[in-house]
T-cell receptor
Framework: DTGVSQDPRHKITKRGQNVTFRCDPI?????LYWYRQTLGQGPEFLTY????????KSRLLSDRFSAERPKGSFSTLEIQRTEQGDSAMYLC???????????????FGEGSRLTVL | AQTVTQSQPEMSVQEAETVTLSCTYD???????LFWYKQPPSRQMILVIR??????QNATENRFSVNFQKAAKSFSLKISDSQLGDAAMYFC?????????????FGKGTHLIIQP
């Protein structure tokens, strides 16, 4: 397995358009997280999945944002009616369930950078 | 809720010297993990070092070591023999223990500059 992959790496869109990002986690990882990172800041939690269930959403995740993880494999993050304030790096990370040898580490993808004009 | 504070927005060090990055955190939990992640420009975030709160011994990974002071809720990162490739944003992060599903809580980061 080559790690967490995200697509596209960079998306430029006009205000009001919809965008969708995809994340493929490490195959044996049950947990998948989405974070948002703005310039010069640390990543901020958006939402997470355990298998196909979305178990927690941050207040940062407005109604224009929706995330899915069908079949507990890849995940998509859709932003509808984009605004300039949505411009950020969207990071995906995955983690295994707690078991012997659990390290607590999250494994990150390279991120999808969104620029809203 | 847990918070992580990195009080140094930017640090600069000469190549081959030692630098220490500071991190403090606030939690009421006794079981947790602490991490330092490195994020090079336009590259993905990678783990530098981690520490389980129940372990008294400070973690070390080659040139990287931590000073974990549980009572003071402090978790600093020391980089010895700094190399040009160490230049990056460094983020301190916290995760609840006990197999909880919580993800990471990050600090705002420290931009490390290596002077040749």
């Amino acid at each position: 397995d080559t790690g967490v992959s995200q697509d596209p790496r960079h998306k430029i869109t006009k205000r009001g358009q919809n965008v969708t990002f995809r994340c493929d986690p490490i195959s044996e990882h049950n947990r998948l997280y989405w974070y948002r990172q703005t310039l010069g800041q640390g990543p901020e939690f958006l939402t997470y999945f355990q298998n196909e269930a979305q178990l927690e959403k941050s207040r940062l995740l407005s109604d224009r944002f929706s995330a899915e993880r069908p079949k507990g494999s890849f995940s998509t993050l859709e932003i509808q009616r984009t605004e300039q304030g949505d411009s950020a790096m969207y990071l995906c990370a995955s983690s295994p369930l707690f078991r012997a040898g659990f390290t607590g580490e999250l494994f990150f993808g390279e991120g999808s950078r969104l620029t809203v004009l | 809720a847990q918070t992580v504070t990195q009080s140094q927005p930017e640090m600069s060090v000469q190549e081959a010297e030692t630098v220490t990055l500071s991190c403090t955190y606030d939690t009421s939990e006794s079981d947790y993990y602490l991490f330092w992640y490195k994020q090079p420009p336009s590259r993905q975030m990678i783990l530098v070092i981690r520490q389980e709160a129940y372990k008294q011994q400070n973690a070390t990974e080659n040139r990287f070591s931590v000073n974990f002071q549980k009572a003071a809720k402090s978790f600093s990162l020391k980089i010895s023999d700094s190399q040009l490739g160490d230049a990056a944003m460094y983020f301190c992060a916290y995760r609840s223990g006990g197999g909880g599903a919580d993800g990471l809580t990050f600090g705002k980061g420290t931009h490390l500059i290596i002077q040749p």
